[in-house]
């Protein structure tokens, strides 16, 4: 049965364990298997393809 944030936090702090660091840490988890991730950066990825990211096109650039 899934729980509620305050339950959630309720069970935390029973436990000892501080909410917000234990969110920041599920979250972490969490968000690369919703959201693809920028090959270059590991950071979530904010467009449909790589050809339209400003970070890919920067890599992409000839070194001169």
Same mark, same amino acid.
């Given at each position: ?18 909410? /917000?660091?234990?969110?920041? @840490?599920?979250?972490? !988890? ?8 920028? %090959?270059?950066?590991? /950071?979530?990825?904010?467009? @449909?393809?790589?050809? !339209? ?8 650039? %000839?070194?001169?």
């Amino acid at each position: 049965m899934a729980k509620t944030t305050d339950e959630i936090r309720e069970l935390l702090i029973e436990a000892k364990l501080y909410f /917000e660091s234990v969110k920041n @840490k599920a979250l972490n !988890e969490y968000l690369p298997k919703i959201f693809q991730s920028c %090959p270059f950066t590991n /950071e979530p990825c904010t467009t @449909k393809q790589c050809y !339209e990211c400003k970070t890919f096109k920067n890599h992409m650039e %000839p070194k001169l």
